[in-house]
């Protein structure tokens, strides 16, 4: 057993061989847990000499299958001792690779992704039923497909309870003309709608570039940010082939406007996951409304907000009449200048912000079905019909 697997357990990929850390000769280990965390260990030890508890690495080395391997980014130390040798806990943007990239040899690549279900309830009794394997769908020409791993029957329960960040399946892009930066666009995209429409992060950890043979040719790993943090979902997934729906209606708007507007999508998926959860407050008030004045803004140069967020809605022809746009501008100005809300209603004011932002988040995406909405109270979710206005 590798000392990695002796302390930490099961890994997603695992490597061991020799090398030089920081310019030092060692021995290493080097894997990635299901939860993403990145583990290390070496022969010598670095942090002592530094005096301090996290340090930079650059690690360079040959596995004991003769495949290069190259590990950067900063360590801190582990929450165990060994008499010799140490651990080291990734922190921050680091990654490794295993392998040469040869993208004339690779046929597909396979993310290992995080917290995407494969259970829907149905009946009386919300029976889970666990049967679907395999989901594919095309997003601009590329063929692309969801399968569940072999382990998810023993994880998918903690991800539906939100304790855990768990590799669920694995996405898998079938290679044709597109380059590698072109691939990887498609999946931040495809983890960016995931997450806004489930209402909790999906994230791909690593993937394996496989040839023909299906021989893995190159990985890359990286402490990617896959964790537990969960809103209210925005679209329906109870039935995983309707997340594969959204996906294809959505993908093309969400690369026509991330084109416009590189990360925005990605920064105002991440910020909704705050809001939308049991906690409201005047902080996440005003955060809602900046995020529609920052997109009111990539619309219009106008110096009024009322034409600016006329001139989003007409953007993106969603249905918002006179009296929606006069409340939004009254809790906007109340929250902006006065720090407070603007009626005595403060939770439903509240709400009525959220969900003007949520429509407005599809509305961009084109997106023209069912959603929920967040309501007062027992902060049931109502499911509504997204209208559009007639072009």
């Known amino acids: 057993m590798s000392i990695l697997s002796e302390w930490y357990g099961e890994f997603v990929s695992q490597y061991s061989g020799l090398g030089t850390l920081n310019g030092t000769d060692c021995s290493f280990e080097i894997g990635q847990m299901k939860d993403g965390t990145i583990v290390l260990y070496s022969s010598v030890d670095i942090l002592s000499a530094h005096g301090r508890d996290e340090v930079a690495i650059a690690l360079v080395g040959v596995g004991e299958d003769e495949n290069p391997i190259v590990a950067r980014g900063k360590v801190s130390t582990g929450d165990k001792t060994l008499s010799e040798g140490s651990l080291y806990v990734a922190r921050g943007a680091f990654e490794f690779t295993a392998g040469k990239v040869d993208w004339s040899r690779v046929q597909d690549i396979r993310f290992s992704l995080t917290n995407f279900l494969f259970c829907y309830s149905v009946g009386r009794t919300g029976e ?55 691939i990887m666009r498609l999946s931040y995209a495809i983890c960016d709608l995931l997450t806004i429409g489930a209402g909790r992060i999906i994230n791909w950890i690593c993937y394996e570039a496989r040839d023909r043979n299906g021989s893995t ?36 708007a969400y690369m026509n406007y991330n084109a416009r507007h590189p990360g925005m999508l990605h920064r105002i998926g991440r910020l909704l996951l705050d809001l939308s959860t049991p906690e409201y407050d005047q902080t996440s008030a005003l955060v809602a409304v900046a995020i529609v004045d920052a997109l009111s803004k990539k619309e219009s140069d106008s110096n009024v907000f009322r034409e600016r ?28 200048h006065e720090f407070g809300f603007h009626t005595e209603d403060a939770e439903g004011e509240y709400f009525h912000i959220l969900n003007l ?30 209208h559009r206005s007639p072009q």
């Open 309 to 336: 967020l006329n001139s989003l809605r007409n953007a993106n022809n969603m249905w918002l009449d006179g009296a929606e746009i006069d409340a939004f501008i009254q809790s906007r100005n109340s929250l902006a």
């Open 357 to 386: 932002l949520r429509r407005l988040l599809l509305s961009i995406l084109d997106y023209q079905f069912e959603y929920y909405e967040v309501t007062k109270g027992e902060r049931a979710l109502n499911k509504r019909t997204l």
């Open 128 to 182: 889970l039923v666990n049967n679907i394997l395999r989901l594919g769908a095309t997003l601009d020409g590329i063929d692309v497909a969801f399968e569940k791993t072999s382990q998810y029957d023993g994880v998918w329960s903690n991800v539906g309870l939100g304790q855990g960040t768990v590799i669920t399946c694995e996405l898998i892009v079938r290679k044709g003309n597109q380059t590698r930066e072109e």
């Open 217 to 252: 040719v190159y990985a890359y790993h990286q402490n990617r940010y896959t964790n537990r943090k969960a809103g209210s979902e925005l679209v329906d997934f109870s039935d995983p082939r309707t997340a594969v729906d959204f996906l294809e209606q959505c993908y093309p």
